[in-house]
């Protein structure tokens, strides 16, 4: 066994949405163009092809409802308002709505422990129950 061999792609929704959050992430910070940013990404995440095409058409879709999505996150969270909030809060949520509001494959359960997961990785301390927070609203449940 060669010790130089290529590790085998990464496949999943979890790599997938990680990847969207910071393709999200870098084009809010920078202004990134939106494909060239999520290829070089799925490069370097070592996605299989399923995987990367998920966090693409997750990239796809909240640049293309993003306003949408942040009407509704103003709404959900109006003592945050949306150009205040941290961006990978921001992005998170995005994801997340979504997931939920739009693509609607995933149950709402694992859509949010999902987003809690990233804003924990990502996100300050205050971050997961924020974002917890705000999208248990968003499915009715209420703040946990």
């Known amino acids: 066994m060669s010790t130089g061999a290529a590790r085998p792609p990464r496949g ?3 790599p997938a ?12 910070f920078n202004r990134a163009d939106a494909k060239e940013t ?15 095409a ?6 796809e879709g909240v640049l ?14 109006p003592e945050f308002p949306i ?19 739009v693509s609607g494959d995933a149950p709402a359960g694992v859509i949010i422990d999902e987003a809690v997961e990233l804003a924990k990785m990502f996100g300050s301390e205050a971050s ?7 999208l248990a609203t968003a499915v009715g449940g209420g703040k946990t």
């Open 12 to 14: 999943g929704r979890h």
């Open 54 to 59: 998920f966090a693409w058409e997750i990239v």
């Open 128 to 134: 997961p129950k924020f974002v917890n927070g705000v």
């Open 83 to 101: 150009d205040q909030m941290a961006r990978i809060d921001r992005n998170v949520l995005r994801i997340a709505l979504y997931e939920l509001r």
């Open 38 to 52: 999520w290829q070089r990404g799925a490069f370097r995440a070592g996605l299989t092809e399923e995987a990367a």
């Open 17 to 28: 949405r990680r990847l969207a959050l910071q393709t999200l992430f870098e084009i809010d």
């Open 64 to 77: 293309q409802h993003r306003k949408d999505l942040d009407r509704e996150i103003a709404t959900l969270a």
